[in-house]
């Protein structure tokens, strides 16, 4: 069975690796059939994880103490299920998004290339896999971003890649801190054991939660986001603000709970500096997003303040709110990814980017407006759409966490004023697209097609269906919870 | 009985609904013969079960622990209910002729057969995240209603009734969450779900959470200071400002405040305590405002809006006197407001529809023009001022009693406001009675009263308010009976 650890891992190596190589040769559409049967086989194989049971695998040692492992675990599993679904979707989305585009091949090549980075990170065992992952990962999302190649797309991207890579070696110094002491480097569940609460440790950990919170768009490092995210075309705007800024979080969780341990951290001041920091991005966040007036800018700064209700989530400490966070990091992917894709298909079909030029995008576009408009309440937190049940468990779980009271109900109000300027930035969108005055702004029916419509109207489905019954899943989750943190 | 008779009169308006825009009729018979069956064969489905319906827990599903959807019919569900269904089928009647001229008439009644639905989904929950979830969907189903007209000005104000609505939500979201943490469960159980532990504990946070929700829930009942967004809303077509705005929408918030005061809370933990006096306070503050704002005011719709605004405040008077006999008056206003007001609704739409005026100085000498619409008009208004025998009397007696049954200064206080309130609600009703009687005719309109589809639920309403009047002791009666048999 290891064997599916590595094809998840080859798959996409191999034929991203091949699409590159079919650059200039006019071959697009055998790299789209490739790009599109890796993308079928790594979801096959993803579902079949499930099935499989804990795996482990050793590759090779890099030194003679750090090997080069993955593992498959529950907790893996979530998230390579997560990564490899997303990417199939928006791998049919951007078919018809890329169409008339030059280098498709190579956006697909690096397209397969950041999958097989994220299953990676997803399936590492040790930290120092996970961090050879996680950096590559960086570099070969690179050429998504800067793929217009325009001046802003150059600046967007050389942003991101200044504080992507600053925030790695944040985390890297961090963790040198940690390796210092010589000790394992195997992920276990609750954490390795040797840390206790000491002042190196808790310094080491304050600087791997910032550094790899750079990818999650944590404040103070989140401002490469709203600029380098929009800058990309569609899909890979879609991936970045659905599922690359959750590799962030992944970092941040396979730290606090598979590393240093959750119980050294509670009632710390790098707890509660860390929940401090998520509830200042979370309401700046939505604050930046409902004054901006470019389409996906405001999406982007939509992540940024979503992102970090997941941190909140985790800087809890309690598996109330470590459910809130994972389910939050499903629900928010899929949500993001129709919302962007959404953006995308208006941009593509329309060429408007304003937020105020899309008044009566909605007899235009109507499948498309819909599902946007779907998502946008679903991630307000209304009933009974997926993001209020995540929202739910975020919040019971700051109500029952054992701190002081300002945190227990100041957490919660800032998260309810968040979901308030959601709905002042989304819905508002809907509203002006479906409702606007007659005559005026009537535009002619220019619907998206079919790649495009399929790719929104699943995730939407699945937006509606996760809200209305999702109990194996909070069980399953519930379960890595006390694995983790034992009956807290 | 079955899971099917209780959800019918959610499912059936909701799903036909949502299919009109599909069906996009051409023909105008044809639509009206659709929207009226559906609302009928609801109506009719939700009498059934007003009459035979035990409460019983339906669970239908569940989101995850303790988030469950489940409904119940009890007695107050009923009375909600009963009210509801009884007005529907006339107030589409009358939408029929009103919309007549209007454009996009498949998608009005889509949304406005959908909210049928929705209302009945929050009057039969049977616990709070139920009741949560149609709160929010009616939300969103109304706002299509509000902004019929897509002129800027309905834009906007369909844009501060989301805000606002949206943002009561959150705060009654906030209680929610505080509720369900402490209590483990969200269930209404008459009498309360806050044990004496919770409370030697967690007291304060308990009061925070009923004021939240009070508030949060509030909006929708047009407590001041979230009141704005009514008067605004007058810009619906009649037919959603007389049925959703003057009952549906806003008694559902009313209804609201019930479940939580008597049902998740529970009279004895919040009387005498902050928990009742803060909320007292607006309520009272609300009455004298709402009314006092509708004298000055010169709009038709927008002075029929504020005295709406004030008479709500009666109902959460009356609720949070937090004794049954309390609940009983705030149920009978529930129901003969509801009645009265959207007669006088319906009055302000045909003159509307008929002429085109929408300012009270407009409408001089029209009494003896519209001669059957103004009948109904007078009969409503001085039913609203509680002139007795009619229905008005009879609530605000049951207010008045259960007020000095309380005997705390803040009742006292309150009965003086229903006092000054009524008088004031005389000035503002009877003047534009005088106007129509007793000024000349002038305007070079020609103004006569509308047709049947007008008249025939106005009259009906009339025969309803009458009926109340008749058997008004045997209904006190009959509510008090609900109350004591919870």
Redesign the interface.
């Known amino acids: 069975m290891n064997n599916i650890l590595i094809m998840l891992l080859v798959i996409p190596l191999v034929m991203g690796l091949v699409s590159m190589l079919l650059r200039g040769r006019e071959k697009t559409k055998l790299c789209k059939v490739l790009t599109l049967i890796s993308c079928i086989l790594t979801f096959a194989f993803s579902v079949m994880t499930f099935f499989a049971g804990d795996l482990t695998l050793h590759i090779w040692q890099i030194t003679e103490n750090i090997p080069f492992d993955l593992a498959l675990d529950d907790l893996s599993r979530i998230f390579v299920l997560l990564f490899n679904f997303i990417w199939l979707i928006v791998c049919i989305y951007s078919f018809e998004y890329l169409e008339e585009d030059k280098k498709q091949e190579r956006f697909f090549g690096y397209y397969l290339l950041s999958l097989f980075t994220l299953n990676g990170i997803a399936m590492s065992s040790n930290i120092m896999t996970f961090y050879v992952f996680f950096e590559s990962m960086t570099l070969v999302a690179f050429p998504l971003i800067i793929h217009n190649e325009t001046d802003e797309a150059r600046e967007g991207a050389f942003k991101y890649l200044f504080y992507s890579v600053a925030g790695a070696f944040i985390a890297l110094g961090g963790i040198f801190l940690l390796v210092l002491k010589d000790v394992p480097m195997e992920f276990k569940a609750g954490g390795v054991g040797v840390f206790g609460s000491d002042t190196m440790t808790l310094v080491a950990t304050m600087l791997i939660l910032v550094g790899f919170g750079t990818k999650a768009g944590l404040f103070p490092m989140h401002a490469w986001l709203p600029i380098a995210h929009p800058v990309a075309p569609a899909p890979a705007s879609a991936v970045m603000s659905g599922i690359i800024t959750k590799t962030g979080v992944l970092a941040i969780i396979r730290i606090i709970f598979y590393y240093i341990g959750a119980d050294n951290l509670k009632g710390t001041w790098v707890q509660y500096s860390f929940m401090v920091l998520t509830l200042i991005t979370v309401f700046m966040g939505s604050m930046l997003a409902y004054k901006e007036k470019i389409f996906k800018k405001r999406l982007a700064y939509s992540t940024v303040s979503q992102v970090s209700y997941v941190l909140f989530g985790l800087s809890l400490l309690n598996p109330l709110g470590f459910t809130g966070a994972i389910l939050h990091v499903l629900f928010h992917s899929l949500i993001k990814n129709t919302l962007f894709m959404s953006a995308g298909a208006v941009i593509h079909k329309t060429e408007k980017t304003e937020v105020q030029d899309l008044k009566g995008m909605g007899y235009a576009m109507p499948v498309t407006m819909w599902c946007f408009t779907i998502a946008g309440i679903a991630l307000v937190g209304i009933p009974p759409l997926n993001a209020f049940l995540s929202k739910w468990f975020l919040m019971q779980g700051a109500l029952s966490s054992g701190m002081s009271d300002a945190i227990r109900y100041g957490g919660p109000a800032v998260l309810l004023v968040s979901a308030l300027l959601t709905a002042g930035y989304l819905v508002t969108i809907s509203l002006r697209a479906f409702f606007v005055p007659e005559e005026e702004y009537r535009l002619p029916k220019n619907e998206a097609g079919f790649e495009m419509k399929f790719a929104q109207i699943v995730l939407t489905v699945l937006i509606v269906a996760l809200g209305v019954y999702c109990t194996p899943l909070v069980n399953y989750i519930n379960n890595i919870a006390t694995t983790i943190m034992g009956g807290m | 009985m079955n899971i099917l008779s209780i959800c019918f009169p959610i499912i059936i308006p909701v799903v036909f609904g949502l299919l009109i825009p599909v069906f996009d009729f051409k023909k105008k018979l044809a639509r009206e013969i659709y929207v009226m069956s559906v609302v009928c064969v609801t109506s009719v489905l939700a009498w059934i079960n007003v009459i035979n319906m035990t409460p019983e827990t339906i669970t239908l599903?569940?989101?995850?622990k303790p988030?469950i959807?489940a409904l119940r019919i009890d007695g107050v569900s009923k009375v909600f209910i009963a009210l509801i269904s009884s007005l529907w089928p006339f107030a589409t009647l009358y939408a029929f002729e009103y919309m007549r001229h209007e454009?996009r008439v498949n998608s009005f009644f889509g949304f406005y057969t959908t909210t049928f639905g929705i209302t009945m989904g929050i009057a039969s929950s049977a616990n709070l995240?139920t009741m949560?979830?149609f709160y929010?969907?009616l939300t969103?189903v109304t706002?299509?209603l509000v902004?019929h007209e897509?002129?800027?000005r309905s834009?906007r104000a369909?844009?501060k009734y989301?805000?606002y609505s949206?943002?009561g939500a959150?705060f009654a979201?906030?209680g929610f969450?505080?509720i369900?943490?402490y209590c483990g469960t969200n269930d209404f159980v008459y009498g309360g779900i806050i044990t004496s532990e919770i409370m030697k504990e967690k007291a304060g946070y308990v009061y925070l959470a009923y004021i939240l929700m009070f508030f949060g829930f509030g909006v929708k009942a047009a407590v001041f200071p979230f009141h704005g967004w009514l008067p605004s809303a007058g810009v619906a077509p009649t037919p959603v400002t007389a049925l959703l705005h003057a009952v549906a929408v806003v008694k559902s918030g009313a209804f609201a405040i019930i479940r939580i005061t008597y049902f998740i809370f529970g009279a004895q933990t919040l009387k005498g305590t902050v928990g009742e006096y803060i909320p007292l306070v607006f309520v009272i503050i609300t009455i004298v405002f709402g009314s006092s704002m509708a004298v000055k005011e010169q709009h038709l719709k927008r002075r029929f809006a504020y005295s709406t605004i004030s008479n709500l405040s009666y109902i959460l008077f009356g609720v949070l006197m937090l004794s049954p006999a309390g609940l009983t008056a705030g149920l009978l206003h529930m129901v003969f407001h509801g009645v009265m007001k959207i007669a006088i609704f319906f009055c302000a739409g045909a003159i509307m529809h008929q002429t085109g005026y929408e300012y009270i100085y407009e409408i001089n000498g029209f009494g003896f023009k519209m001669k059957k619409i103004f009948a109904v008009y007078s009969i409503a208004s001085l039913a609203v001022v509680g002139i007795p025998p009619l229905p008005g009397f009879y609530s605000k007696l049951a207010l008045a009693k259960a007020a000095l049954e309380n005997g705390d200064v803040l009742s006292y206080i309150g009965i003086a406001a229903l006092l000054i309130s009524a008088l004031l609600t005389a000035v503002y009703l009877m003047s534009i009675m005088v106007r129509a009687y007793f000024r000349p005719f002038e305007s070079d309109k020609s103004v006569k009263d509308p047709n049947a589809y007008m008249v025939i639920p106005q009259f009906m309403f009339c025969a309803m308010m009458i009926g109340f009047s008749i058997f008004g002791s045997y209904i006190c009666q009959f509510m008090a009976e609900i109350v004591s048999n919870l």
């Open positions: 599903w569940s989101f995850a988030l959807v454009e995240m949560y979830m929010e969907l969103l706002i299509p902004m897509m002129n800027h834009i369909a844009i989301f805000t949206i943002g959150a979201f906030m969450i505080i369900t943490k």
